[in-house]
C-alpha cells in the first residue's frame, strides 16, 4: 500500500508554533502519522476495485462454462435417452411380435385339435346312430319273428 505523505516533524513544529506544548505536540503528530498511515490510498482503492472486476470477470467466465458444460451433458443425456427409447420400443415391438406369432400358432394348433374333435364327434354320433337304427331294425325283426311264431299277425 502507497504511503501517504505526511510529514511529521513538519506538523510537531506548526503544532508548537500555535502553542501546544512540545510533548502534546509530538503525541498528537504521532496519533495522526498513524491514522493517516492506516487510510486507504487512492491508489491501494482502485487496485482492489479492478481486482473485484477481473474477479467478477472470472466467475462470470466460470460460470459460461458451467452452464455450457452443463447444456452439453443435457444434451449428452437427451440424445442418449432418446437412443434408449427407441432401441427400448424396438425391443418390445419385436417381443410384442413374437408373442403374437406364438399365440397365432397355439391358436391354430388349438383349432386344429378342435376340427380333429369335432370330427371324431361326427363320426361317433354317426356310428351311434347307424348302430341304433341297426338295434331298432333287430328288435323290429325279433319282435317279427316272435309275433309271427305266436301266431299273432
Known amino acids: 500500500m502507497a504511503e501517504t505523505a505526511f510529514d511529521t516533524m513538519d506538523s510537531a513544529r506548526k503544532l508548537k508554533a500555535a502553542g501546544i506544548e512540545a510533548e ?22 482502485n487496485l482492489t476495485v479492478e481486482h473485484f472486476d477481473l474477479t467478477v470477470e472470472r466467475f462470470d467466465l466460470t460460470f459460461e462454462r458451467f452452464d455450457a458444460e452443463i ?7 437427451d440424445t442418449g435417452l432418446d437412443s434408449l427409447r427407441t432401441e427400448l420400443i424396438a425391443r418390445i415391438d419385436t417381443g410384442l411380435a413374437e408373442v403374437h406369432a406364438r399365440i397365432d400358432t397355439g391358436l391354430a394348433e388349438l383349432r386344429g385339435r378342435i376340427d380333429a374333435v369335432e370330427k371324431n364327434m361326427w363320426r361317433a354320433q354317426l356310428i351311434s346312430v347307424g348302430v341304433l337304427i341297426g338295434a331298432i331294425a333287430l328288435a323290429t325283426s325279433i319282435l317279427g319273428i316272435m309275433l309271427t311264431r305266436s301266431g299273432g299277425v
Open 24 to 45: 502534546h505536540a509530538e503525541a498528537i503528530v504521532e496519533v495522526m502519522g498513524q491514522s493517516v498511515n492506516q487510510l486507504v490510498t487512492r491508489e491501494h482503492f
Open 71 to 77: 447444456a452439453r451433458l443435457s444434451d449428452r443425456i
